[in-house]
Every structure is written in structure tokens, then in C-alpha cells.
Antibody, heavy 120, light 109 residues
Framework: EVQLVQSGAEVKKPGESLKISCKGS????????IGWVRQMPGKGLEWMGIIYPGDSDTRYSPSFQGQVTISADKSISTAYLQWSSLKASDTAMYYCTRYPLGGYTHPDYWGQGTLVTVSS | QSALTQPPSASGSPGQSVTISCTGTSSDVGGYNYVSWYQQHPGKAPKLMIY???KRPSGVPDRFSGSKSGNTASLTVSGLQAEDEADYYCSSYAGSTVVFGGGTKLTVL
């Protein structure tokens, strides 16, 4: 059974750094793209970017390029989403998503979500 | 790139059918047969309902169907049930990224 288990909720102050995680299991972690989707409070889904753990090839939405860093550690089947300096507008639920074999046409599995709250 | 356009709301009575549209451009919806639909209940993660325009993952009732014409894709829910009340999002592959629609709140009257 494919599972994506994300790290717990975070409360941070503006300007702080943060790295959240997503551990994949039940499939070959290095063979599937994995990525992140943002959902701001009461709003829709926004595609942030993805990484192919096999070779660390990474793609970003133009809206998130330079704002976050996506990485993966294939030795522990875990993907990460990282901020160097959080803003209040980063407050959102972040979902880890896996893509089908062979490409990244659509997320097929979703993690449970990690709520990030940024407030002074 | 811009989000795909969905109506903010849709509704129907139990047993009826409802169709939700998703309009994009030739760079996304119209350019690829990679439109997907997701159901999201309050406080839950989205769930894949339709992929590659009209394919259903295992376990998704056949009451859910998808189609596409030009730059517009559609999700039809037939035989509406109370548990179908949720937010629905379309998505499309767009060449090097994926783009989502703004979401449609489906109300079962």
C-alpha cells in the first residue's frame, strides 16, 4: 500500500526557516516523481513543484521558483519542502503528492497534509 | 501560468446528475489528454477521482465520469448521493508543470 506520511504541524515566526518532510512507503521511492501542493486557508490547490528522487531532477512552478526548495533523501525515502525566511503569507496546508510511474501528469497519492502557521 | 477556470459552485438533488466544467487553454487542457479531477471533503486531503480525462482509479464509483472537448474538460456526477457533497478540483498537465482549477463546491440539496 502506497503511503505518504508527512511531518507534524508547525508554528513559526516571520523570518524563521523551516523544513517539512514527507516519507514515502509501499513503492520504489526513487522511481516516481514526488512533490508539493499548497492550500491557503479557505482557498484552492496550487502546484508548487516536484522532484525525481532517482536523480534529484527538480521542477518548480514559476510562482514558487526561488521561494522554496524541494529536495529528497533517497536513503530514507523522504522528500522535503524548505523555506529560508518564512512570511505570514506562507501560512497554509501543504500536501505531499506522488505521481504515476513514467511522468508527472497528475498526483495520484496524497499525504495527510502539514499545516504551517507563520505569525508574530 | 493561470489557474484553470471552474464555476465556484454547483448543486443538485439526490439522484440527479451534475456537470462541472474546467476551462483552460491550448497549452494545458486542450494540448494534452492529462486532465484529472479531485474530490476534497472538509479537513481532508484531496482524492483522485478521474485521470487522463476519463479514467477512474480502482474504487471510484462509475457514477463519476470525465470528458473533454477542446480547451474545456468536464466532470459529471450521476445519481448524486449525500456523500458527494465536497469541493472538486480539476488539474491539467501543462508541459513542464501542472496547473489546478480554482475549485467547485458541490452541494447536494
Amino acid at each position: 500500500e502506497v503511503q505518504l506520511v508527512q511531518s507534524g504541524a508547525e508554528v513559526k515566526k516571520p523570518g524563521e526557516s523551516l523544513k517539512i518532510s514527507c516519507k514515502g512507503s509501499g513503492y520504489s521511492f526513487t522511481s516516481y516523481w514526488i512533490g508539493w501542493v499548497r492550500q491557503m486557508p479557505g482557498k484552492g490547490l496550487e502546484w508548487m513543484g516536484i522532484i525525481y528522487p532517482g536523480d534529484s531532477d527538480t521542477r518548480y512552478s514559476p510562482s514558487f521558483q526561488g521561494q522554496v526548495t524541494i529536495s529528497a533523501d533517497k536513503s530514507i525515502s523522504t522528500a522535503y519542502l524548505q523555506w529560508s525566511s518564512l512570511k505570514a503569507s506562507d501560512t497554509a496546508m501543504y500536501y505531499c503528492t506522488r505521481y504515476p510511474l513514467g511522468g508527472y501528469t497528475h498526483p495520484d497519492y496524497w499525504g495527510q497534509g502539514t499545516l504551517v502557521t507563520v505569525s508574530s | 501560468q493561470s489557474a484553470l477556470t471552474q464555476p465556484p459552485s454547483a448543486s443538485g438533488s439526490p439522484g440527479q446528475s451534475v456537470t462541472i466544467s474546467c476551462t483552460g487553454t491550448s497549452s494545458d487542457v486542450g494540448g494534452y489528454n492529462y486532465v484529472s479531477w479531485y474530490q476534497q471533503h472538509p479537513g481532508k486531503a484531496p482524492k483522485l477521482m478521474i485521470y487522463e480525462v476519463s479514467k477512474r482509479p480502482s474504487g471510484v464509483p462509475d457514477r463519476f465520469s470525465g470528458s473533454k472537448s477542446g480547451n474545456t474538460a468536464s466532470l459529471t456526477v450521476s445519481g448524486l448521493q449525500a456523500e458527494d457533497e465536497a469541493d472538486y478540483y480539476c488539474s491539467s498537465y501543462a508541459g513542464s508543470t501542472v496547473v489546478f482549477g480554482g475549485g467547485t463546491k458541490l452541494t447536494v440539496l
